[in-house]
């Protein structure tokens, strides 16, 4: 069974890696040492991941007990790694205090919760290159439900491939940071390959116009 598991997830890595290509983007993963938590491709343009993709099992999304680590978001989750690989391409990464009094929240793509299997996996997702300014709503209530909606597929499924993408842009800004317009979150039975759940979370409601008023009347 093990070497079965062994297999499909190396199938599915190479089926569904996303290439990390574009101009001012970076390749990265985390680990605990043991096992390679999540990856990602960072936006060094607009300073937050491109994508994030990790495997959720369901004994993680189905773990409890392990308290939500009390933690700053660092630079150096991955052994520092990407902040080097940044440096001699001339980019940086931001810092925990550059959220500060934004009114934007600190939003998780691989959240906290689905790493919940013991402490330290879950301190690891505390990390500056994994998360964009949300606002809170989105963040505590609509994203949310999207994260607890992938973790019942994941004790549904036993093993799904998550893979959050951010390429859609406001002309809002935190700092340097460039807020999102747009969170878009595709989930994938691992056995199969199947795309299994798919939402695209707008920040932004769209406006409409006094003159677009008048011409729709």
Same mark, same amino acid.
């Given at each position: 069974?093990?070497?079965?598991?062994?297999?499909?997830?190396?199938?599915?890595?190479?089926?569904?890696?996303?290439?990390?290509?574009?101009?001012?983007?970076?390749?990265?993963?985390?680990?605990?040492?043991?096992?390679?938590?999540?990856?990602?491709?960072?936006?060094?343009?607009?300073?937050?991941?491109?994508?994030?993709?990790?495997?959720?099992?369901?004994?993680?999304?189905?773990?409890?007990?392990?308290?939500?680590?009390?933690?700053?978001?660092?630079?150096?989750?991955?052994?520092?790694?990407?902040?080097?690989?940044?440096?001699?391409?001339?980019?940086?990464?931001?810092?925990?205090?550059?959220?500060?009094?934004?009114?934007?929240?600190?939003?998780?793509?691989?959240?906290?919760?689905?790493?919940?299997?013991?402490?330290?996996?879950?301190?690891?997702?505390?990390?500056?290159?994994?998360?964009?300014?949300?606002?809170?709503?989105?963040?505590?209530?609509?994203?949310?439900?999207?994260?607890?909606?992938? /973790? $019942?597929?994941?004790?549904? =499924? &036993?093993?799904?491939?998550?893979?959050? *993408?951010?390429?859609?842009?406001? %002309? @809002?800004? +935190?700092?340097?940071?460039?807020?999102?317009?747009?969170?878009? /979150? $595709?989930?994938?039975?691992? =056995? &199969?390959?199947?795309?299994?759940?798919? *939402?695209?979370?707008?920040?932004? %409601? @769209?406006? +409409?116009?006094?003159?677009?008023?008048?011409?729709?009347?």
């Amino acid at each position: 069974m093990a070497k079965k598991i062994c297999l499909i997830l190396l199938f599915f890595h190479f089926t569904f890696a996303f290439a990390c290509d574009l101009p001012g983007h970076f390749d990265f993963e985390v680990s605990n040492g043991e096992e390679k938590l999540y990856s990602g491709c960072y936006d060094a343009v607009n300073l937050g991941p491109h994508i994030i993709e990790y495997i959720l099992t369901k004994e993680r999304a189905e773990a409890t007990g392990t308290r939500r680590p009390s933690a700053r978001f660092t630079q150096n989750r991955d052994g520092g790694a990407l902040r080097d690989l940044l440096a001699e391409n001339g980019y940086s990464l931001p810092r925990h205090r550059d959220y500060t009094n934004s009114g934007y929240d600190r939003g998780h793509m691989a959240p906290n919760a689905d790493f919940n299997d013991t402490y330290g996996n879950a301190l690891m997702t505390f990390f500056i290159a994994n998360i964009w300014p949300q606002t809170p709503d989105v963040n505590r209530i609509q994203w949310l439900e999207t994260e607890n909606e992938t /973790r $019942r597929l994941a004790s549904q =499924y &036993s093993f799904v491939m998550v893979v959050i *993408i951010v390429d859609e842009f406001s %002309e @809002e800004k +935190v700092g340097d940071i460039q807020v999102p317009s747009c969170f878009k /979150r $595709r989930v994938y039975d691992l =056995y &199969s390959g199947e795309l299994i759940y798919e *939402i695209d979370v707008y920040q932004f %409601e @769209e406006t +409409v116009s006094t003159d677009d008023v008048d011409l729709l009347n």
